[in-house]
């Protein structure tokens, strides 16, 4: 960018001299599209130079985190880009200070600009302009400009200047970083979208609807720490496995997936229950990070004979609805995994004898309706009586649905799994 300016700035002259006014409007106009953050400052700070006729100029930008300045863009005899000033008493604490444009005159340093300086290229400020960079009234920046030269003090032109260029450049600077930001946020909603799809896949397919197991899984955002898992065997037994990850977010989501993946193929191999938690919590406790751990049931079914053998680590206590509805519950024996490297967990036995079983996480129990107590096992049970009659699968959708209705709020992932051992479900 090229308009003429003035080459004496120690002459003051019109602020609305032609030359001035081209001079600003074609700035003014490179700052109204400019969304590259990047090019902004060096073309803010340049063409600051450029028109007050400054020897060297530094761009700072405010770091929210340590309440320090932070040089973004820099020009002249001393490179101070990426140099660190925390705001004091020198010019550029007054400028923020006030929010409003500073100068330093008669040959005294500035101490805040030379602290960012080595020592040994010491910079004689003899005279400087400091101008805020602001949004909504908020400083969050400065430019500052300055000059060594005994005669090359600044004048009202180069103030005005300054301030109309700088107000220019903070709105420029707020866009591109906006700018900034939307695209980080596209990304990331990218991220999660892919997040999602490849959690979906790890639950089980549409080829399973022949088994007498069901399950469902409704994340309360778009990735879940929960999940739930089942197959066949080729001896006609049945592995399965319900988890919940504590924390939310990616890095549950992240150990939702191992969790998942090292049960699929443990549950292949072994089939003791016990010594499946074992060796996931084991590798578990080896990688997590952030003090996260998983509770989980995995266990085998047998549909020939209704026999079911299962453990469980620190998980909600599973649910046995028997022929007669009658209810038994089984608290966990151990605690959740990745806690302790050594741990020991034990597998239970029973026959369902026509029964069913419920596997479900705690967002299940902490459904709450209005401003009364939580759903708890009292109310699941009282909701699994009245839809008896329906078959396990339409069951469980009329229970989620029941729960879409206004008034109950959800504050967690759901996660239920039934496994149907009723006569009609086996054949």
Same mark, same amino acid.
């Given at each position: 960018?090229?308009?003429?300016?003035?080459?004496?700035?120690?002459?003051?002259?019109?602020?609305?001299?032609? #030359?001035?006014?081209?001079?600003?409007?074609?700035?003014?106009?490179?700052?109204?599209?400019?969304? #590259?953050?990047?090019?902004?400052? @060096?073309?803010?700070?340049? +063409? $600051?130079?450029?028109?007050?006729?400054?020897?060297?100029?530094?761009?700072?930008?405010?770091?929210?985190?340590?309440?320090?300045?932070?040089?973004?863009?820099?020009? +002249?005899?001393?490179?101070?880009?990426?140099?660190?000033?925390?705001?004091?008493?020198?010019?550029?604490?007054? !400028?923020?200070?006030?929010?409003?444009?500073?100068?330093?005159? @008669?040959?005294?340093?500035?101490?805040?600009?030379?602290?960012?300086?080595?020592?040994?290229?010491?910079?004689?400020?003899?005279?400087?302009? !400091?101008?805020?960079?602001?949004?909504?009234?908020?400083?969050?920046?400065?430019?500052?400009?300055?000059?060594? %030269?005994?005669? +090359?003090?600044?004048?009202?032109?180069?103030? &005005?200047?300054?301030?109309?260029?700088?107000?220019?450049?903070?709105?420029?600077?707020?866009?591109?970083?906006?700018?900034?930001?939307?695209?980080?946020?596209?990304?990331?909603?990218?991220?999660?979208?892919?997040?999602?799809?490849?959690?979906?896949?790890?639950?089980?397919?549409? #080829? /399973?609807?022949?088994?007498?197991? &069901? *399950?469902?899984?409704?994340?309360?955002?778009?990735?879940?720490?929960?999940?739930?898992?089942?197959?066949?065997?080729?001896?006609?037994? $049945?592995?399965?496995?319900?988890?919940?990850?504590?924390?939310?977010?990616?890095?549950?989501?992240?150990?939702?997936?191992?969790?998942?993946?090292?049960? %699929?193929?443990?549950?292949?191999?072994?089939?003791?229950?016990?010594?499946?938690?074992?060796?996931?919590?084991?590798?578990?406790?080896?990688?997590?990070?952030?003090?996260?751990?998983?509770?989980?049931?995995?266990?085998?079914?047998?549909?020939?004979?209704?026999?079911?053998?299962?453990?469980?680590?620190?998980?909600?206590?599973?649910?046995?609805?028997?022929?007669?509805?009658?209810?038994?519950?089984?608290?966990?024996?151990?605690?959740?995994?990745?806690?302790?490297?050594?741990?020991?967990?034990?597998?239970?036995?029973?026959?369902?004898?026509?029964?069913?079983?419920?596997?479900?996480?705690?967002? /299940?129990?902490?459904?709450? &309706?209005?401003?009364?107590?939580? =759903?708890?096992?009292? *109310?699941?049970?009282?909701?699994?009586? *009245?839809?008896?009659?329906?078959?396990?699968?339409?069951?469980?959708?009329?229970?989620?649905?029941? =729960? @879409?209705?206004? *008034?109950?709020?959800?504050?967690?992932?759901?996660?239920?799994?039934?496994?149907?051992?009723?006569?009609?479900?086996?054949?």
């Amino acid at each position: 960018m090229t308009a003429p300016i003035p080459n004496d700035s120690s002459t003051v002259q019109d602020p609305d001299s032609p #030359d001035d006014v081209q001079f600003l409007a074609a700035y003014s106009q490179f700052f109204a599209v400019s969304r #590259d953050l990047a090019a902004t400052l @060096d073309t803010a700070l340049a +063409g $600051i130079i450029q028109g007050t006729n400054a020897e060297a100029g530094a761009l700072f930008l405010l770091d929210e985190a340590t309440g320090e300045l932070v040089c973004h863009a820099a020009a +002249g005899p001393l490179d101070l880009r990426d140099a660190r000033v925390t705001p004091g008493q020198g010019i550029l604490g007054r !400028c923020l200070r006030r929010n409003a444009i500073e100068s330093l005159r @008669d040959g005294r340093d500035d101490p805040e600009l030379l602290g960012a300086i080595d020592e040994k290229n010491r910079l004689i400020v003899r005279s400087a302009l !400091c101008a805020p960079l602001a949004a909504d009234g908020r400083p969050f920046g400065a430019i500052q400009v300055v000059n060594q %030269r005994p005669r +090359g003090s600044f004048n009202e032109r180069d103030s &005005y200047l300054l301030q109309t260029m700088a107000n220019s450049a903070a709105l420029a600077v707020a866009n591109a970083r906006l700018t900034e930001e939307l695209v980080r946020q596209e990304v990331t909603q990218r991220e999660l979208d892919l997040a999602a799809e490849i959690q979906r896949n790890l639950l089980p397919n549409g #080829d /399973l609807a022949g088994l007498p197991v &069901y *399950g469902v899984n409704r994340p309360i955002r778009q990735v879940s720490g929960d999940f739930f898992d089942y197959f066949a065997l080729p001896d006609g037994r $049945i592995p399965f496995a319900l988890g919940d990850v504590s924390g939310k977010g990616i890095h549950a989501a992240l150990l939702m997936a191992k969790a998942a993946s090292l049960f %699929r193929c443990l549950g292949k191999r072994s089939d003791d229950p016990a010594a499946i938690l074992a060796i996931i919590n084991r590798e578990i406790h080896e990688t997590s990070s952030r003090g996260m751990f998983v509770t989980m049931v995995a266990g085998t079914y047998d549909p020939g004979s209704g026999l079911l053998r299962f453990a469980n680590a620190g998980h909600e206590p599973p649910l046995l609805r028997g022929q007669d509805h009658c209810y038994s519950t089984f608290p966990a024996e151990a605690p959740p995994l990745g806690i302790l490297p050594d741990m020991e967990f034990w597998t239970q036995e029973i026959n369902l004898e026509g029964g069913e079983f419920y596997i479900f996480s705690d967002g /299940l129990m902490e459904f709450h &309706y209005q401003e009364h107590e939580e =759903l708890g096992i009292g *109310g699941l049970i009282q909701m699994i009586e *009245g839809l008896s009659d329906l078959p396990i699968s339409e069951r469980l959708e009329a229970l989620l649905s029941e =729960l @879409d209705r206004e *008034g109950w709020e959800v504050r967690d992932d759901l996660t239920v799994l039934v496994i149907d051992d009723s006569r009609g479900a086996r054949s």
